[in-house]
Structure formats: structure tokens, C-alpha cells
Nanobody
């Protein structure tokens, strides 16, 4: 069974940076559309970024555009999320997700059928 395991979260001051990683055990990783979502208390899970299987296409939420970068290493079966210039509003649990079916960069979490357990990012102001 394919598993997604996130790492790299932590506590950082506003303006700081983190790099999140999501490792998968799936042998077909290179064919998955991958994404990052986040969820903070009392809020719905929201889209952060997505990357196509070939890494040629990416998509970002407006709130993180220019600050976050999604990338992937298909040889190592890892997807990354680089978080720069962090703000207190970025505090959330960040989840890695995989879509094994479509190549579209969906922003609705309902389209993703595999999820990690999440990693906490806390930004102090």
C-alpha cells in the first residue's frame, strides 16, 4: 500500500524559511500528481500548491504565490515544499496528497485519494 510521510515542519519566526518533504513508497510515484494542502484550527483544509507528474506544471494558491515553491524528485520519490518569508497566517498542519488518476492540477482536496499524516508548521510573530 502506498504511503505518504511528511517531515520538515517546526517552529520558525516570521520571515523565516522551512522546507517540507513528502516521501512515498509508491513505485508509480512519477505518474502521480502531487499537492500540498494545509489546515489550521476551525478552518477547512485549503490548497497550497500542486505539481504535475513530470514537474513541468505547477499551481499555487494566491496567498503563497511568490513565497512557496513546490518541486519533486521522481528518482527519490519525494515532493518538496519550500516555504519562504513565512507569516503567522501560514501556521497550520501541512498535508501531502497524491492523485493517482488525473494529470490536472486540482485544488479541491476531494480529488486526491492518498494523504499523509501531516506536519505542523508554526510561525511566531
Amino acid at each position: 500500500q502506498v504511503q505518504l510521510v511528511e517531515s520538515g515542519g517546526g517552529l520558525v519566526q516570521a520571515g523565516g524559511s522551512l522546507r517540507l518533504s513528502c516521501a512515498t513508497s509508491g513505485r508509480a510515484f512519477s505518474s502521480y500528481t502531487m499537492a500540498w494542502f494545509r489546515q489550521s484550527p476551525r478552518k477547512e483544509r485549503e490548497f497550497v500548491a500542486a505539481i504535475a507528474s513530470s514537474a513541468g506544471r505547477t499551481a499555487y494558491a494566491d496567498s503563497v504565490k511568490g513565497r512557496f515553491t513546490i518541486s519533486r524528485d521522481n528518482g527519490a520519490n519525494i515532493v518538496y515544499l519550500e516555504l519562504n518569508n513565512l507569516e503567522a497566517e501560514d501556521t497550520a498542519v501541512y498535508y501531502c496528497a497524491a492523485n493517482q488518476v488525473t494529470t490536472y492540477l486540482r485544488t479541491n482536496p476531494a480529488y486526491y485519494n492518498l494523504w499523509g499524516q501531516g506536519t505542523q508548521v508554526t510561525v511566531s510573530s
